[in-house]
């Protein structure tokens, strides 16, 4: 079966670079999910969009922006770049958008900051 | 304020020998709790989702259970490759974000 894609898989910048992470959800999905993981932490919630409108937001930083397409892609966007923003980013996706839906995840991209 | 606590925060297991990894859970408002498996580096694998109390899921050697405060995944007879991070998340009131505790890390040893 389809699952969430996302890419780059890795991802090296610098700090006060700019980074754009992409995801692309499982077919007739219509929400996508942004989730934050730093080493050895739990995901923690960024932002959220249901047919193409943002939906929920969570701890995401000013200098982060994401909005979701038209084809239900999603793309998160960084700037100014910090070292703390070195983690691993989960796109997950799910149908309809705000009910008890399972949210499946892609296998994130790794975001360095040097 | 949605709080998820699991325990132990790391469990090292025998093949074979049985064992439950525990969620507790403080919201308002639960809409569903979910189990995902997390390997390192890698994205969370889904397991089961339990909407309400009383409810049990199973699969292959896992078996989850949900009760008005906590959720437990039952292990039985693991094996090597159940070694693994087990997550659990809550959907909670009106946000549509799901809440994780820090995991349970298994390792099941020969």
């Known amino acids: 079966a389809a699952g969430v894609i996302q890419s780059p898989r890795h991802l090296i910048k610098e700090k006060r670079e700019t980074a754009t992470l992409k995801c692309y959800p499982i077919p007739r999905h219509d929400t996508v999910y942004w989730y934050q993981q730093g080493p050895g932490q739990d995901p923690q919630f960024l932002i959220s969009?249901?047919?193409?409108?943002q939906s929920d937001k969570g701890s995401i930083p000013d200098r982060f922006s994401a909005q979701q397409f038209s084809d239900y892609h999603s793309e998160l966007n960084m700037s100014s770049l910090e070292l703390g923003d070195s983690a691993l980013y989960f796109c997950?996706?799910?149908w309809g958008g705000g009910a008890t839906d399972t949210q499946y995840f892609g296998p994130g991209t790794r975001l360095t900051v040097l | 304020e949605d709080q998820v606590t699991q325990s132990p925060e790391a469990l090292r297991l025998q093949e074979g020998e049985s064992s439950s990894l525990n969620c507790s859970y403080t919201v308002s408002g639960l809409r569903g709790l979910f189990w995902y498996r997390q390997d390192p580096g890698k994205g969370p694998e889904f397991l089961f989702t339990?909407?309400?109390a009383g409810e049990e899921k199973e699969k292959e050697r896992l078996k989850a259970t949900l009760t008005k405060k906590e959720s437990f995944l039952h292990i039985t007879a693991p094996k090597p490759e159940d070694s693994a991070t087990y997550l659990c998340a809550v959907w909670a009131g009106t946000a549509s974000k799901l809440t994780f505790g820090t995991g349970t890390r298994l390792q099941v040893t020969l």
């Open positions: 339990l909407y309400s």
């Open positions: 997950a996706s799910s």
């Open positions: 969009f249901y047919e193409k409108m």
